[in-house]
């Protein structure tokens, strides 16, 4: 059963970076489209950001663009989350997560991905 961890979150104060990893189990990683999601207390879960499997194209939602940038490194089984100039709004558990079937580019939806992480918080203060 493949597995995603993620690590790097914490307390940061608005304008701070951040940069979140998501280390995957998955033997076939480089063929796996993979999206970072995030949920607020009390708000459902949304869409942050995506890569395709080849890695060459992105997506990202109207929120953190210009700010986030999502990659990945394959030779680590890796896909990582830099975040920037980051608000209060920001404040979140962020959670990564694995396409379902494999040379799919990103996806923006939830019920396109079937490996979710445990989560890991972040917090802006103002």
């Known amino acids: 059963q493949v597995q995603l961890v993620e690590s790097g979150g914490g307390l940061v104060q608005a304008g701070d970076s951040l940069r979140l990893s998501c280390a995957s189990s998955?033997?076939?990683?480089?063929?796996?489209?993979m999206g970072w999601f995030r949920q607020a207390p009390g708000k459902e879960r949304e869409f942050v950001a995506a890569?395709?499997?080849?890695?060459?194209?992105?997506y990202y939602a109207e929120a953190v663009k210009g700010r986030f940038t999502i990659s990945r490194d394959n030779t680590k089984t890796t896909v990582y989350l830099q975040m920037s100039s980051l608000k209060p709004e920001d404040t979140a558990v962020y959670y990564c997560a694995q396409r379902g079937g494999p040379f799919y580019s990103g996806s923006i939806y939830i019920r396109d991905y079937d490996v979710w992480g445990q989560g890991t918080q972040v917090t802006v203060s103002s």
């Open positions: 998955e033997r076939e990683f480089s063929t796996y489209a």
């Open positions: 890569i395709a499997w080849s890695g060459r194209a992105t």
